[in-house]
């Protein structure tokens, strides 16, 4: 029995030494014939395995450290990257927020342009049809004047012929008379109507030049000439 072992002096690193022997008491509890048998192991693994096998095994582990810590340092700057994406998004949001308010406040605006420029056509389009109307009623106006002076005329040269008339007729001229004196009066005023008529068509035909020669921006500002703004009214007939 004895012949199946044998004594052998071995120089070992005291630290390694210390290592081995700590590592046995802890899995053992003592080192008592524990040494022997954790040395013949490890001879054993020695032999049965190829040293070029341990040595790629080692390769192997380094790499896979190295590829570890590359790894855990990528995942590292991902998370840092991901932070900063949240944080990007957030801004995102804010800047989003902000813009989706200015896009209101100028649809808002853009609304009221809307409304004043077609407040401002549908007053345009009340001083064109003031416009119109007072052409209607100088027109009118013209022809009505040009029928009372036929008349007056017709009358003129009736009182001209009952003056030439007997004595007789002396009172049937005073009524033709009369009658001419106030034809002459309807003439008179109308001439009167037609002269203001005239006028108010002037101050409306200038009126309508300027709205014309506003620029776009002044129409939609409602920046009206003040020769417009003191237009009065057009008042009909009754």
């Keep these: 029995m004895a012949e199946d072992y044998v004594r052998k002096t071995v120089k070992i690193n005291n630290e390694i030494w210390s290592k081995f022997q700590s590592k046995i008491e802890d899995e053992y509890g003592t080192t008592y014939k524990h040494v022997s048998e954790e040395m013949e192991k490890a001879i054993d693994?020695?032999?049965?395995?190829?040293?070029?096998d341990i040595e790629n095994t080692k390769s192997k582990i380094k790499n896979?450290?190295?590829?570890?810590?590359?790894?855990?340092?990528?995942?590292?700057?991902?998370?840092?990257?991901?932070?900063?994406?949240?944080?990007d998004i957030l801004d995102r949001d804010k800047d989003k927020k902000k813009v989706d308010k200015n896009n209101e406040e100028i649809k808002l605006e853009i609304n009221d342009l809307k409304e004043s420029n077609i407040k401002l056509q549908n007053e345009l389009e009340e001083i064109k049809n003031d416009y119109d109307n007072i052409k209607d009623e100088n027109t009118e106006i013209v022809a009505k004047n040009r029928e009372l002076e036929k008349d007056n005329k017709r009358l003129e040269e009736k009182y001209i012929e009952q003056v030439e008339e007997t004595n007789k007729q002396v009172q049937e001229n005073t009524k033709i008379k009369n009658k001419r004196e106030h034809t002459q009066e309807r003439l008179n005023k109308t001439q009167d109507e037609l002269n203001d008529s005239l006028k108010r068509l002037e101050k409306y035909s200038y009126a309508i030049g300027q709205v014309q020669n506003m620029s776009f921006i002044d129409r939609l500002l409602n920046r009206l000439p003040e020769q417009i703004k003191m237009l009065e009214p057009i008042k009909k007939e009754k």
């Design 64 to 87: 896979l450290k190295t590829e570890i810590k590359n790894l855990n340092d990528e995942n590292k700057k991902l998370k840092q990257d991901v932070i900063k994406l949240n944080q």
């Design 45 to 52: 693994y020695y032999v049965d395995n190829d040293v070029i």
